[in-house]
């Protein structure tokens, strides 16, 4: 997977990068919108589209039990199913199982839990995250990890951050075996050797280069992005059970996948741990890297802490991405400290809490002093909510129950993230990101909360 950083942050350890995913190119930092069941609740595709979001996530665990893999597998995958030709990345599934408190169990082989639907029974293992997600076909895979809360005793810290390593190896391995090659691991033929152990570069794995990357193209969101025709079952026809790979070329190094799979750093707030995870993640070798675990309940300060540690542990040259994180001010920080992706359902859940994310920090909009207000919910805000409607007509949608309340409030909110970042690429390509910064810290853009 080809990521080009353009720009560093001659300051901070924030850089600028271009990440080319077989849907379109993605500009990070990036901020992805949270479409938990296919969807970003309240948006369609053309929203998203007209806010420019190019790279989304979706949830495994949610579309595994609905509508099932196997479906959106009939329809070729995620992006044909959902109408979405632009990038996709897919979480494993196993963060929402453990979120459902009592309806999951972790085992040495995977986790065994119940539907939070109808109760049935279902085991996710390393190996079926990888296949469920496959057959999803989103841009960017991840591997299943075990994420503990804080806080969490050093005991069970080192026994998940292990076990995350051993399913890791599991995922790469599997993912390897899908996309045509051998695993690679703990095999010694030296008839192979040279092209196995440059699985393990994560750099030089593939062996692609420039030119063999140039067929995607799009340099720009604003390209079209043509899909290829999504495969129509016949009845009674079985799909394959995986997506063809469709090599390009009769080497395994020059195969491209479809889908790139992204390791994930454990470790909670150890930084002993953090190092040992990053190191045997690094080893396996991943187009990507994620620093999970965080946010669940730490200080924001050993968040920030632990985010740019374990940055400072990744490849220079693969995409870095912190899972769940967070507010506008933690987009800020953590790209000051080397990560390039993030998620986060706050600018979307909030929005339909009626709370809002503005230049003058978070408004409240069911708040009674909003009742006569004629103003935009952000004065500064070029979002087509704001250039339309007051924040007394918002108000009342929300206390009138229409469904529009939450449609308007989640497109401000997702257009203050991604305008957020699209401001943080700015001032780094300018070379006065640390500006930037100081002015984020001082509270202009994210503020202390506004009722
Ligand atoms: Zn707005």
């Not at 300060?301 to 870095?320: K, N």
Request: glycine share 10%.
């Amino acid at each position: 997977m080809r990521f080009d950083i353009e720009a560093r942050d001659p300051n901070t350890r924030a850089r600028a990068g271009l990440l080319h995913t077989a849907h379109g190119i993605v500009e990070t930092p990036a901020f992805m919108p949270v479409g938990t069941a296919g969807t970003v609740k309240g948006m369609a595709q053309e929203h998203l589209e007209e806010l420019g979001v190019n790279l989304l996530l979706a949830n495994t665990y949610h579309l595994y039990l609905r509508p099932s893999h196997e479906t959106i597998r009939q329809y070729g995958g995620l992006h044909h199913f959902m109408g979405w030709p632009h990038a996709i990345l897919t979480d494993s599934g196993g963060f929402q199982i453990m979120s459902l408190k009592g309806l999951g169990q972790v085992t040495e082989d995977g986790f065994h839990f119940r539907s939070h639907l109808d109760g049935s029974s279902h085991f996710l293992s390393p190996e079926r995250a990888v296949e469920v997600q496959l057959a999803l076909g989103a841009d960017i895979i991840m591997t299943l990890d075990e994420c503990v809360g804080f806080p969490s005793s050093h005991e069970t810290l080192r026994r998940a951050t292990k076990l995350t390593g051993r399913w890791a190896r599991r995922a790469k391995e599997f993912w390897l075996r899908q996309n045509g090659w051998d695993s690679g691991f703990g095999v010694r033929d030296s008839a192979t050797s040279d092209w196995r152990d440059s699985l393990k570069t994560p750099n030089s794995r593939l062996g692609i280069s420039d030119s063999q990357c140039g067929e995607f193209g799009i340099r720009d969101s604003g390209s079209e992005i043509i899909l290829p025709e999504p495969r129509v079952p016949s009845p009674g026809t079985r799909q394959s059970s995986l997506p063809n790979p469709e090599p390009r070329s009769p080497t395994p190094e020059a195969r491209t996948p479809k889908s790139e799979l992204f390791g994930i750093v454990q470790g909670g707030t150890d930084r002993d741990l953090r190092r040992e995870s990053a190191e045997e993640i690094c080893d396996i070798g991943f187009e990507g890297y994620a620093v999970g675990g965080l946010s669940v309940g730490e200080p924001k300060s050993e968040t920030y802490d632990i985010a740019g540690f374990t940055a400072d542990l990744l490849p220079a040259g693969r995409p870095r991405y912190l899972m769940g994180v967070g507010t506008p001010a933690d987009l800020v920080e953590c790209v000051a400290r080397g990560i390039d992706l993030f998620d986060c359902v706050m600018p979307t859940r909030n929005a339909r809490n009626a709370c809002l994310f503005t230049s003058e920090g978070k408004l409240v909009i069911k708040n009674a002093r909003y009742a006569r207000d004629p103003a935009p919910l952000d004065p500064v805000c070029r979002c087509r909510v704001c250039r339309r409607y007051s924040r007394g007509y918002i108000r009342h949608l929300f206390v009138a129950g229409e469904m529009l309340a939450a449609i308007l409030a989640t497109y401000h909110n997702l257009h203050f993230y991604l305008d957020t970042m699209r401001q943080i690429r700015q001032a780094i390509g300018a070379g006065d990101f640390e500006r930037f910064l100081s002015k984020a810290r001082a509270g202009a853009s994210s503020g202390t909360p506004r009722t």
